[in-house]
C-alpha cells in the first residue's frame, strides 16, 4: 500500500514538475505568441477587424511618429500592431534564431544590403515578395537596389538613408587658425599638426564602443574602387584578397599613424561615443567623424556654437574626394510564414503613402529624408552646401562588399590591435579575410 | 532508525530523470554539435565528415585568438586563485584577532562580495578612467602620472585580476574566518606555554587546521576562475584587440557572430578542462578528509 502511495507521489511530483517547466518554454518565446494568436484568430475569423501584426525591431529603429502613424492605421483599417522592440546588441542573434526557428513575427526589420539579404536573411525563403507593391516604384533606385534579391523587392527602407559619415569640424577652431579643408591625406595631417601645436586634439575618437573607429576603414569603399579598379567585384568575386589591396593597406596605416601622432589624443582607447556632442561643442576636440544629425546635436547643448558653426568633409584617408553613400539603413521585412502577409502589406503601403513619409521627415529629428519620390526634405543650408561639394558619389565599403558588416566589431578589435602595436597591418588584412571566408563557406558560397 | 524511514530507490528516478534530460542530453547534445557546421548563416546543420570531424577543435587549438582566450582563462585562474587565497587568509587572520569595530571590518571587507560583477566593472570602469578616473587623479595629486589601466594592452589584463580579486577576497576571507574560528583555542594556549611566536603558532597550527578549508576557497576560485565573464566583459569587452579575451567573453562572441559550432566546440573544451580539474581537486579534497 505504502509503496502504491509512494508511486503515486511520484508520478504527482513528476507531473507537477512537468507542468512547472511548460511555462519556461512559452516564456522564451513571448514575443512570438501574439502572431500565433492573430494566426489563430485569422483563420477562425477572417474579418480584418480582429488581426494583430507583429512587428519585431531593434531599439532606435522605430520612432514615436511610427507608432503615431500605426495608431492611424488601426483607425481606419481595424488592424491591430504590435511594436516588439528588442535592445540591439541582442538582435542580430534573436532575429536569427526567429528566423531559423520558424517562428518569426509577422513583419521583422533588418540592416538591409544586397549581400545581406541573402547571405544572412535568406530573402527569397524568409520574406514574401513585394515586388508588385504599388509603393515600389517611388522608391530611389539605389535604396531600392539594396533591398531586392534576384529581380525581386523583399524590403521597404524606413529610415533616411541619405546620411554620410564624414569628419564633421568645428569652423570656429578652423577660421581662427586660418585652415581650410583638407582635400588629400597631406593636407589632413598638416591641419592635424596644426591643431595640435595650439593645444587643441584634432580628432575626438571613441574607439571605446567597438564599431566607431572602424567607420575610418570601411567608409572608404569608394577611395578603394577607384585606386584599384575592379576591386569590389574582385573581392566579392574571391578573385583577391583583402590583404592583396595596396590601398586598403595603406588606410590601415594612416589609421595607426593618427593614433601614433596624437591625432585622437591621449584616451581615445578609454572615449565614448555618447560624449561625442558634448566634447566637441567643449572646443576641446576640432574635428570627429559622424553624421549630419551631429550640429544640431551640438547646438542643443547651449555651448555657443549653433548648429551652422560645424561643418563637413569627407574622410580624406587614401586621399578619398568622394562622397561616400551608404543606401542601406533598417528595412521593413514580411516573414513569409506569416498568416497575415496581406495584412501586412496593407501596413507596409499605408506606410509608404507619401503624406505618411512627409509626416516622419517633419516629426523625427534625425531624419532630413526618407529614400522615396515626392519628399519634401529638411536639410540644413551646412549639410547642403557639404553634399553639394562632392560631384562623385560611391558606396561604402560594407555595402559594396559582401561578408565585411557582418564583421563589424571584430574588425573593430583588428584595428585596436595595430594600432596598439600588438600585429601589423598584413596580419590584420590577412584575418579579415580568413571571417570572410568563414561566413562564405557557412553560407556555401560558390565563389569560396 | 526503522528500515522504512529510508526513502526509496525509485525515489531517484524523477531527480534521474529531469538531470538526464536537463543537463545530461543538453550537454551531449552540444558536444554532438561541435562536429558540425552549424552556423547562422544556414539553416541547415551538416556533420562535417569522419576525415574532418575534429576540424573545429583543431580550429580551436591552433588559432592563435582562440589559443590566446584559452592561456589567458588558465593565467586569470592561477593568479586569482593563489592571490585570492593569500590575501584572504591574511585578512582572516586580522579579523580574527582583539581589533575594535571587528565586525565593521568583516563587512567592508566582504561587501563587494555581494554586489554585481557588472555593477563592480561599471564603478571601476570610470574609477580607472585613464583622463578623469578617480584613481589617476588621486596619483595626480601626488604628481604620479597614472597608467591607462584598462586601455594599456600590457596592463589591461592585470587591471582586470585586480579588479576581481578586490572583489573575490572578501567572500575567500569569510570562509577562512570560519575556519580560523573552528580551531580549538588550547592549541594556541599550548602552543603559547611553550614559548612559541605568533609566526610560530600561524605556521605550526593555524595553518595545517586549515587545510581542509583551503581546498575548498581553491576549489571555489578554480571554479570561478575558469568560468569568469561578467567581470572581463563589463571592464574590457577583451580588448584591447583580443588581449583580455578570455574562453567565456570568447564563447559568447562566437554565438554573437553567429559560429555556433565554434561556440558549442569551445564550451567542450572548457567542459573537459573543468572535469578534469574537478576530478582531481576532488580527489585532493577527500584525501585531506581521510587524513583528518
Redesign the interface.
Known amino acids: 500500500m ?2 502504491t502511495l ?2 503515486l507521489l ?1 508520478a504527482l ?2 507531473l507537477s ?1 512537468a507542468a512547472c517547466a511548460q511555462p519556461a518554454p512559452a516564456a522564451e518565446a513571448a514575443p512570438a505568441a501574439p502572431a500565433t494568436e492573430a494566426a489563430a484568430e485569422a483563420t477562425e475569423a477572417p474579418v480584418q477587424k480582429d488581426i494583430t501584426l507583429t512587428f519585431m525591431a531593434s531599439q532606435d529603429w522605430v520612432q514615436d511618429a511610427e507608432l503615431a502613424l500605426a495608431q492611424k492605421f488601426t483607425e481606419q483599417t481595424g488592424i491591430k500592431v504590435d511594436y516588439q522592440i528588442v535592445p540591439s546588441d541582442q538582435y ?2 534573436l532575429l ?1 534564431t526567429k ?2 526557428s520558424g517562428e518569426c513575427t509577422d513583419i521583422f526589420c533588418s540592416q538591409a544590403g544586397r549581400f545581406d539579404i541573402v ?2 536573411l ?1 530573402v527569397a ?1 524568409n520574406a514574401a515578395d513585394l515586388t508588385a507593391e504599388p509603393w515600389v516604384a517611388t522608391m530611389e533606385a539605389t535604396a531600392a537596389a539594396e533591398v531586392t534579391a534576384d529581380g525581386k523587392v523583399y524590403g521597404q527602407p524606413m529610415q533616411d538613408t541619405s546620411a554620410v559619415w564624414a569628419i564633421a569640424y568645428n569652423k570656429k577652431i578652423f577660421s581662427d587658425l586660418g585652415l581650410s579643408i583638407p582635400k588629400s591625406w597631406a593636407e589632413f595631417t598638416a591641419v592635424c599638426d596644426a591643431i595640435l601645436a595650439t593645444g587643441v586634439t584634432p580628432v575626438y575618437e571613441p574607439v ?1 564602443d ?1 564599431w566607431h573607429h572602424v567607420l575610418w576603414f570601411a567608409e572608404m569603399g569608394a577611395a578603394y574602387e577607384k585606386a584599384e579598379p575592379g576591386l569590389v567585384d574582385a573581392l566579392n568575386g574571391n578573385t583577391k584578397k583583402i590583404a592583396d589591396s595596396a590601398i586598403m593597406k595603406t588606410a590601415v596605416a594612416q589609421i595607426k599613424e593618427m593614433a601614433d601622432k596624437g591625432y585622437w589624443g ?2 581615445y ?2 572615449d565614448v561615443y555618447a560624449d561625442q556632442p558634448a566634447k566637441m561643442a567643449s572646443g576641446e576636440y576640432a574635428m570627429t567623424v559622424a553624421n549630419q544629425g551631429l550640429p544640431q546635436q551640438i547646438a542643443d547643448l547651449n555651448s555657443g556654437l549653433t548648429a551652422d558653426d560645424i561643418g563637413f568633409f569627407v574622410i580624406p584617408l587614401a586621399d578619398n574626394q568622394m562622397l561616400n553613400v551608404n543606401p542601406v539603413g533598417p528595412t521593413r521585412f514580411i516573414y513569409s510564414g506569416s498568416a497575415n502577409v496581406e495584412a501586412a502589406k496593407q501596413y507596409l503601403a499605408f506606410l509608404a503613402q507619401p503624406e505618411n513619409l512627409q509626416y516622419m521627415i517633419d516629426n523625427v529629428a534625425k531624419f532630413q529624408n526618407l529614400p522615396f519620390s515626392g519628399l519634401t526634405p529638411k536639410y540644413a543650408g551646412t549639410v547642403k552646401e557639404f553634399y553639394d561639394m562632392y560631384s562623385e558619389k560611391g558606396t561604402v565599403l560594407q555595402t559594396a562588399v559582401k561578408y565585411v558588416n ?2 563589424w566589431m ?1 574588425i573593430g ?2 584595428i ?2 595595430v594600432i ?4 601589423d597591418d598584413m596580419t590584420m588584412l590577412g584575418n579579415l579575410d580568413k571571417n570572410r571566408a ?2 562564405a563557406m ?3 558560397d560558390a565563389a569560396w | 532508525m526503522s528500515k522504512s524511514k529510508h526513502y526509496p530507490a525509485y525515489f531517484l528516478i524523477g531527480t534521474l530523470l529531469l538531470y538526464v534530460v536537463l543537463y545530461l542530453l543538453p550537454g551531449l547534445i552540444g558536444i554532438g554539435y561541435s562536429f558540425t557546421d552549424w552556423s547562422a548563416f544556414s539553416d541547415k546543420v551538416n556533420f562535417l565528415g569522419y576525415d574532418h570531424m575534429f576540424d573545429n577543435y583543431i580550429k580551436a587549438f591552433s588559432d592563435v585568438k582562440y589559443f590566446g582566450y584559452l592561456g589567458n582563462t588558465l593565467l586569470f585562474t592561477f593568479v586569482t586563485t593563489i592571490v585570492k587565497n593569500v590575501l584572504g587568509l591574511a585578512l582572516a587572520v586580522l579579523l580574527t584577532r582583539q581589533v575594535k569595530l571587528l565586525n565593521f571590518h568583516r563587512a567592508v571587507m566582504y561587501i563587494p562580495a555581494v554586489l554585481s560583477a557588472l555593477i563592480v566593472g561599471m564603478i571601476f570602469k570610470s574609477i580607472l578612467h585613464p583622463a578623469d578616473g578617480l584613481l589617476n587623479s588621486t596619483l595626480k595629486i601626488f604628481g604620479i602620472k597614472g597608467v591607462k589601466w584598462l586601455t594599456d594592452p600590457k596592463i589591461a589584463f592585470w587591471s582586470v585580476m585586480g579588479v576581481d580579486i578586490w572583489k573575490g577576497m572578501g567572500y575567500i576571507m569569510t570562509i577562512f574566518i570560519a575556519g580560523i574560528m573552528s580551531i580549538s583555542p588550547t592549541y594556541y594556549e599550548a602552543a603559547e606555554i611553550d614559548g612559541a611566536g605568533g609566526w610560530q603558532k600561524f605556521r605550526a597550527i593555524t595553518l595545517p587546521m586549515l587545510a581542509p578549508t583551503m581546498t575548498v576557497t581553491t576549489v571555489l576560485n578554480v571554479i570561478y576562475g575558469l568560468r569568469v565573464f561578467d567581470m572581463v566583459y563589463a571592464l574590457t569587452n577583451g580588448g584591447p584587440g583580443y588581449v583580455t579575451e578570455v574562453l567565456y567573453t570568447g564563447i559568447y562572441k562566437e554565438f554573437g557572430y553567429g559560429k555556433y559550432a565554434m561556440g558549442t566546440t569551445l564550451s567542450s573544451i572548457m567542459f573537459v578542462f573543468m572535469a578534469i580539474i574537478g576530478y582531481f581537486l576532488i580527489r585532493a579534497m577527500n584525501r585531506n578528509e581521510v587524513e583528518e
Open positions: 505504502k509503496k509512494a508511486l511520484t511530483m513528476l514538475l542580430p542573434n536569427q528566423l531559423n547571405t544572412t535568406n525563403k571605446s567597438g591621449e584616451n582607447m578609454a557582418p564583421q571584430e578589435k583588428e585596436v590591435s596598439q602595436g600588438m600585429q568563414d561566413q557557412a553560407a556555401q
